[in-house]
């Protein structure tokens, strides 16, 4: 049976090293693509999306709808590449969210958005406390997420464990090609005053004397430098609450010649503020769900910057000092 000149061809091209050769080339190439071509989004989609966060103090929703919503929607659609408005009205706030066209300029949508906006400001109602333009980029979304976790509770709480990651997320911001770095879970430091209400009236003293007195011990203020010889001194006036014992001494009140100290009217707490959201590590063991295999957790999330390689980035993390820290 006579052969077809392709089969005659590649049985012709098989007996030499010629595949082999092309095997090996291959596996190069690969490698090099591998090592150097960055991981992100497959196949690369640009679909701008910038969020608009406006502030409308005193307005319900329903009001804010009406009198800031709808017009700004309007003012908004006459941006250039915009394929979808999305909005959403609240007590006090609203958000706009413009989706652009597929493949529009990140860069141009943003400018024409700022240019939009800033132009007609004679349009925009009085009642607009302040407005942010925040764009939305793929690169934001976290590459990786790393836990904090404690299997024992009384010693590593979440408010500890948030604390570590508060040290731990600057040193990861530090390495190269790290773009933003959220730490989410854990109870953040606060310093709490709480007020007797009690000592407060025997010692004829208001909540605002207290509000005013904190503003004003907590003021620096720099007033020029002065040089003598090789040294430089700084001038200033006023200083900051630096620790718990000056913000006890704080005078709030001056009554019949006698000073009222915060720590004479208020109760001071150094430690964990009010919990906003909650996590655990529990183990899918299948039927024990005891309360003391749940245990806390802060994770701590890292984007990539833009063009980078996202295994890189990774590999970097757990190379670096900062997984033995």
Known sequence: MKKHPIDRLVAYSLKGGFPQFVFIVALFLGAIALTYTPREEEPQIVVPMIDVWVNVPNLSARQVERQVTVPLEKLLKQVPGIEHIYSASHDGTLNVTLRFN?????ERALINTYNKLYSNQDKIPNVVANWIVKPIEVDDVAILIVGLYSTSPDL???YELRRMAQEVSTVIQSLPNTSEVNIVGGRSRSIQVLLDLQALAARQTSVMNVVDAL??????ARHGELSLGQNTLVIESGDVIRDLQSLNSIVVNVINGKMVLLKDIAE???GPSEPK???WLEYANGVNTALQDKYPMVTISVAKQKG?????????LYTSDAADE
């Open 277 to 279: 959201s909650y996590q």
């Open 308 to 316: 980078s390689n996202a295994v890189s980035v990774a590999c970097l």
């Open 102 to 106: 597929v493949g529009e300029d990140r």
């Open 268 to 270: 001071i707490r150094d």
């Open 215 to 220: 503003a004003q011990s907590n003021q620096l």
């Open 156 to 158: 590593y709480s979440d």
